[in-house]
């Protein structure tokens, strides 16, 4: 046998991966995370504090263009899995993306100041789209990779660890730069204007300077040399996957946890003026607060996974979620400490959710057929991060429109009783009910793969 093709057997003895090499490859996610966090973080409110968008109105921009996302995901998967050549099937779209993400994302927060009401509307809607689609060139290749440099269960759970642990300071660095950035620079369009161009920088060079480490896993990838048959056409794929029971459960479920995530960190901004009345520093600190028990804990997930299974670890994390999600009802006007502690809580079990389902994900689609996954991992991918996206901007935009429908007043006005009752309904209880909803799933998943006598 030719000594660049290896056996599925070598492949399961692969060595571990260097250090260095999961640090490039995790790179990237710091870049991610600035998209990820900031619009779901800000953007709502930037919309409706301070350039006076109806709060139903700026749930709608927050929802189309993931919407637009949700359907060109796929499409960017199967491209992907289809591509041949000496640059790889990943590396050329994730190089586009890294390119034109910058620009997407600056000008979602620099709406030209003569634009006013339904012209700003469309301006930040049509930014936010453009931004959406650089990050689907490179966020799908990009995810789908880890399913391809090992089938070890326990390598794949590793590589997701450092790829969610860079996501996690991401997170960090983004969720809690934002709005201090924003008022260090006076606040109002010209604060968001500057964050906007801060962050577009740091996130486009954390993508460049990831693709090196990219094309090197790419090298591995190559060396495994396994047998893959051709991609399958879109809506038969998407067909197929979303028809694999285990897929089903796993995907619907994380996406009731990314529902909830979504309308937490959108109604964060509004918890901290209205329910706690702090400033925007507060914000950052509930940011920073999670964000490093996050980090902190993603090596906790994983000893978890390999003592109990990573689909009951999943069961546990969302519980823990869940559970210390609801303390911030109990927050009050002054209530900083509080609303830290609680953060930090929520910030173990968040690293779970995070970790745990991605990990779980090519296990779950090579159960049925090991050489067909491997072959349309970037179109099962793009299924997978479809919902994951779909259920971040149903969370955001729902939260808009009730807030909404509950009287709040846009502009950074006073809010009459029922908006302010709304607030810690949407920030806290609604997020823990659909926490919870996840679990039903996950524990059909645990009992469906351990029938099938799959790894756990």
Not at 284 to 295: H, I, K, T
Not at 410 to 436: D, E, N, R, V
Request: proline fraction near 6%; include cysteine; glycine fraction near 12%.
């Amino acid at each position: 046998m030719d000594a660049a093709v290896k056996t599925p057997n070598a492949l399961e003895q692969a060595t571990p991966l260097r250090p260095r090499l999961l640090a490039g490859y995790g790179l990237a996610n710091i870049g991610l995370a600035c998209f990820l966090i900031t619009p779901q973080l800000l953007l709502l409110y930037f919309l409706t504090d301070t350039l006076a968008v109806p709060a139903a109105t700026a749930g709608v921009v927050l929802l189309l263009p993931k919407i637009w996302e949700v359907v060109f995901d796929p499409v960017v998967g199967l491209w992907s899995d289809r591509l041949r050549g000496r640059m790889g099937r990943r590396w050329p779209l994730m190089a586009a993306g890294a390119a034109l993400f910058p620009l997407g994302f600056a000008a979602m927060f620099a709406p030209p100041t003569h634009l006013t009401g339904f012209g700003a509307v469309i301006w930040v809607m049509a930014a936010y789209m453009a931004a959406t689609t650089a990050y689907a060139l490179f966020s799908i290749p990009y995810a789908a990779m880890p399913g391809e440099i090992s089938r070890r269960q326990q390598d794949r759970t590793r590589v997701v660890a450092w790829r969610v642990g860079f996501l996690a300071f991401g997170l960090m660095v983004a969720g809690g730069m934002s709005p201090m950035l924003v008022e260090m620079a006076g606040g109002g369009r010209p604060g968001y204007a500057v964050m906007g161009l801060l962050l577009a920088l740091m996130a486009g060079g954390a993508l460049l300077g990831s693709l090196r480490a990219v094309w090197k896993l790419q090298d591995r990838q190559r060396d495994f040399g396994a047998p893959l048959k051709p991609a399958k056409a879109l809506a038969a794929g998407v067909r197929a996957t979303l028809g694999n029971p285990a897929y089903r459960f796993l995907w619907i479920g994380y996406a009731f946890q990314t529902v909830a995530m979504g309308a937490q960190s959108a109604m964060m901004p509004y918890a901290v003026t209205y329910q706690i009345q702090a400033s925007s520093g507060v914000l950052a600190q509930l940011f920073l607060a999670g964000a490093v028990v996050q980090v902190a804990a993603m090596p906790l997930w994983v000893k978890i996974a390999d003592r109990w299974g990573a689909t009951r670890a999943a069961i546990g994390a969302a519980a823990a979620y869940a559970l210390a999600t609801l303390g911030y009802v109990w927050c009050g006007p002054g209530d900083v400490a509080l609303a830290t502690a609680v953060a930090a809580l929520a910030g173990l079990g968040q690293a779970g959710c995070y970790v745990l389902p991605f990990a779980l994900m090519p296990s779950v689609v090579a159960a049925r057929d090991q050489k067909e996954a491997e072959a349309n991992l970037g179109l099962l991918t793009a299924v997978w991060v479809s919902g994951e996206k779909l259920g971040l901007a149903l969370g955001g935009a729902a939260a808009g429109v009730l807030l909404g429908l509950a009287g709040y007043v846009s502009g950074g006005q006073a809010q009459p009783a029922s908006a302010l009752a709304a607030i810690p309904l949407l920030f806290a209880t609604g997020p823990a009910l659909m926490l919870a909803c996840s679990a039903p799933l996950l524990f059909k998943l645990d009992r469906l793969r351990r029938r099938q006598g799959q790894p756990l």
